[in-house]
């Protein structure tokens, strides 16, 4: 009996133990969920303001991994196909979703910047080997692919100087190698070659061969010695040729046969669980095969005065992994998440810190942008690092806080001449998160527009 009885009150402590373990994890659950909640409640009205001012699409992710505080947040306004030759609504039209697929454009670096520093992490590459040994092989297969190519190495293209530029240099925009975009942010330049050639065949699937081609790339000579940039001239040296180069290494070293048989999804293979379905690229065809939301140049570009429809223009994706990246808003966040944040799932963390450390000369670090001042805020919670992304007809943005743990990821329908309309929704969402984080009153932010530099000051 008494046997019996110590039993019956081991098994009612095991029982409560067990209870008590059940209702902590609740409360955890709770908790994570009244903070994503939180957040979508003062996502949802910056998503609507921000979509009337700019007359677009507007959708944002925010995420924090964590098990007691997590938030995954996720918010929409405006109308995918809001636009026409007459103007822009956005409110007429079908309306944005949070599971909407967006063209990522330059945000595809990050993801091609991650796959190169996975392979220096692994000893199989370093970061100052010099680039003809990992691209010539692979573009000497692309011409036994293609005999009618007209180079067969990256000296053909730009010149013996090429043999002192490294993986490093073209991570970093030191490479001195010559940009097929032809767009100028500084306004400079009003007539944009490419674009126009894009539009004027909406048919074509540009290829990297036809890229790498372009008579203002394929120029036998570097603009600059590589491995400092030359900012006097060149501005932060910004080119989306390197990461076609990047790409060509990864391709390359996957064994892959030609430069569409590579698997992007191969640079994420210790995530692949946390995106399904999987991340899509747009190897070939214009934006309508891959996403339902419409995209709209309202540039000014070669004259323009109207919103051009690019949903049938091949051309958008013409980057390959310099811009291919398509999908919703919260993979996106996720994707930086697995970048940036502890554990480092896909870089070690000495190879995260210098994507971000390397970025004090010219606010581009290696695959990453410096985006602090687009916080609004000083010290450890004004840090941000992550991509703008703009290509034709959208244009978007990408973060990560390391004090606050989270990742935000913001995609708009609309390409405008300054990219005001994803900076500005940062400007907002950023600190709307930093309030709830730390429970502090949210601050009253102004945005001042910049295509590379526009600021975020909060009172």
């Given at each position: 009996?008494?046997?019996?009885?110590?039993?019956?009150?081991?098994?009612?402590?095991?029982?409560?133990?067990?209870?008590?373990?059940?209702?902590?994890?609740?409360?955890?659950?709770?908790?994570?969920?009244?903070?994503?909640?939180?957040?979508?409640?003062?996502?949802?009205?910056?998503?609507?303001?921000?979509?009337?001012?700019?007359?677009?699409?507007?959708?944002?992710?925010?995420?924090?991994?964590?098990?007691?505080?997590?938030?995954?947040?996720?918010?929409?306004?405006?109308?995918?196909?809001?636009?026409?030759?007459?103007?822009?609504s956005a409110t007429s039209g079908t309306p944005t979703?949070?599971?909407?697929?967006?063209?990522?454009?330059?945000?595809?670096?990050?993801?091609?910047?991650?796959?190169?520093?996975?392979?220096?992490?692994?000893?199989?590459?370093?970061?100052?080997?010099?680039?003809?040994?990992?691209?010539?092989?692979?573009?000497?297969?692309?011409?036994?692919?293609?005999?009618?190519?007209?180079?067969?190495?990256?000296?053909?293209?730009?010149?013996?100087?090429?043999?002192?530029?490294?993986?490093?240099?073209?991570?970093?925009?030191?490479?001195?190698?010559?940009?097929?975009?032809?767009?100028?942010?500084?306004?400079?330049?009003?007539?944009?070659?490419?674009?126009?050639?894009?539009?004027?065949?909406?048919?074509?699937?540009?290829?990297?061969?036809?890229?790498?081609?372009?008579?203002?790339?394929?120029?036998?000579k570097l603009l600059f010695t590589p491995g400092v940039?030359?900012?006097?001239?060149?501005?932060?040296?910004?080119?989306?040729?390197?990461?076609?180069?990047?790409?060509?290494?990864?391709?390359?070293?996957?064994?892959?046969?030609?430069?569409?048989?590579?698997?992007?999804?191969?640079?994420?293979?210790?995530?692949?669980?946390?995106?399904?379905?999987?991340?899509?690229?747009?190897?070939?065809?214009?934006?309508?095969?891959?996403?339902?939301?419409?995209?709209?140049?309202?540039?000014?570009?070669?004259?323009?005065?109207?919103?051009?429809?690019?949903?049938?223009?091949?051309?958008?994706?013409?980057?390959?992994?310099?811009?291919?990246?398509?999908?919703?808003?919260?993979?996106?966040?996720?994707?930086?998440?697995?970048?940036?944040?502890?554990?480092?799932?896909?870089?070690?963390?000495?190879?995260?810190?210098?994507?971000?450390?390397?970025?004090?000369?010219?606010?581009?670090?290696?695959?990453?942008?410096?985006?602090?001042?687009?916080?609004?805020?000083?010290?450890?919670?004004?840090?941000?690092?992550?991509?703008?992304?703009?290509?034709?007809?959208?244009?978007?943005?990408?973060?990560?806080?390391?004090?606050?743990?989270?990742?935000?990821?913001?995609?708009?329908?609309?390409?405008?001449?300054?990219?005001?309309?994803?900076?500005?929704?940062?400007?907002?969402?950023?600190?709307?998160?930093?309030?709830?984080?730390?429970?502090?009153?949210?601050?009253?932010?102004?945005?001042?527009?910049?295509?590379?530099?526009?600021?975020?000051?909060?009172?």
């Amino acid at each position: 009996l008494l046997k019996s009885k110590r039993h019956a009150a081991r098994c009612v402590h095991q029982g409560s133990k067990m209870m008590r373990t059940l209702l902590a994890a609740c409360l955890v659950g709770a908790v994570a969920a009244d903070l994503t909640a939180q957040v979508e409640k003062a996502l949802q009205p910056i998503a609507k303001e921000m979509a009337e001012k700019y007359k677009c699409s507007v959708s944002i992710a925010v995420l924090k991994d964590d098990p007691t505080n997590g938030i995954n947040a996720k918010a929409a306004g405006g109308v995918i196909d809001g636009c026409t030759p007459d103007g822009c609504s956005a409110t007429s039209g079908t309306p944005t979703t949070t599971d909407d697929k967006y063209v990522w454009g330059s945000v595809t670096k990050v993801l091609t910047g991650t796959g190169i520093l996975r392979l220096v992490s692994k000893g199989v590459l370093k970061l100052d080997d010099p680039i003809p040994q990992h691209i010539d092989p692979f573009i000497m297969q692309m011409k036994k692919m293609n005999p009618s190519q007209n180079f067969s190495s990256v000296a053909d293209l730009f010149g013996p100087e090429t043999a002192q530029v490294t993986i490093e240099d073209l991570l970093g925009m030191k490479s001195g190698i010559p940009d097929y975009d032809t767009a100028s942010p500084t306004g400079r330049q009003p007539t944009d070659v490419f674009r126009q050639s894009a539009y004027d065949h909406p048919d074509k699937s540009y290829v990297p061969a036809d890229m790498l081609n372009l008579p203002w790339c394929h120029t036998g000579k570097l603009l600059f010695t590589p491995g400092v940039c030359d900012r006097m001239k060149y501005g932060n040296c910004y080119t989306s040729t390197n990461f076609v180069l990047l790409g060509m290494i990864l391709a390359g070293q996957a064994g892959a046969t030609d430069w569409d048989t590579f698997d992007q999804n191969q640079i994420l293979a210790d995530v692949l669980g946390d995106f399904k379905p999987p991340l899509t690229y747009a190897l070939h065809g214009p934006p309508v095969n891959w996403t339902t939301v419409k995209g709209y140049d309202t540039t000014h570009y070669n004259n323009n005065t109207k919103p051009i429809d690019v949903s049938k223009v091949s051309g958008v994706f013409a980057g390959w992994t310099a811009s291919d990246l398509v999908g919703p808003a919260s993979d996106i966040a996720r994707l930086a998440y697995d970048v940036y944040a502890p554990p480092y799932k896909l870089v070690a963390k000495e190879y995260v810190e210098m994507m971000y450390d390397t970025s004090s000369l010219t606010g581009y670090g290696l695959a990453t942008f410096n985006l602090t001042r687009r916080t609004g805020q000083y010290g450890p919670d004004g840090v941000a690092m992550g991509h703008l992304g703009a290509t034709y007809g959208y244009q978007s943005i990408v973060a990560y806080n390391p004090a606050m743990d989270f990742s935000l990821a913001i995609a708009t329908n609309i390409e405008t001449d300054g990219q005001s309309q994803p900076a500005e929704t940062m400007c907002h969402v950023y600190n709307a998160v930093r309030a709830i984080v730390r429970g502090i009153p949210q601050p009253t932010c102004t945005f001042t527009p910049g295509y590379f530099s526009g600021g975020c000051k909060c009172k």
